[in-house]
């Protein structure tokens, strides 16, 4: 009997949306945790909380705060795909296109917002 060296994976779209839709919560989650943390930390010291808040107005911060909208932005479209696709009688039958749907509009609206984004960032260089 021989064993199949191949993955379960077969790079279907929307194996990459779950994920991507997991990938994006976690990020998502981690940087609710630590905003959570850095902003308690006004109740310690407010100079703290100041310097704190300073290493966020940093370049890497600049690109971190356009990734974390493209992350919100594709888990929350994604996140009314699957919605659909549970309790829409129709969902199963359309969730390709959705999916197709769902890059689309993420990447029209990443598009317009991530590029002001970036030139504000830019502009504050």
Do not use: C
Request: proline content about 3%; cysteine-free; glycine content about 10%.
């Amino acid at each position: 009997m021989a064993v199949s060296t191949r993955s379960l994976y077969r790079g279907d779209p929307g194996m990459w949306s779950w994920v991507l839709h997991r990938f994006t919560g976690v990020a998502i989650f981690f940087f609710l945790f630590v905003h959570v943390l850095d902003t308690a930390i006004i109740q310690i010291s407010p100079d703290l909380y100041d310097e704190v808040i300073g290493t966020y107005k940093t370049p890497l911060f600049g690109i971190l705060e356009i990734g974390l909208f493209g992350a919100v932005l594709f888990h929350a479209l994604n996140g009314l795909r699957v919605v659909l696709v549970d309790f829409w009688s129709k969902g199963p039958r359309y969730q390709r296109t959705m999916l197709w749907a769902v890059g689309a509009t993420w990447l029209a609206v990443f598009a317009v917002a991530g590029g002001v984004m970036f030139y504000i960032w830019v502009r504050n260089l």
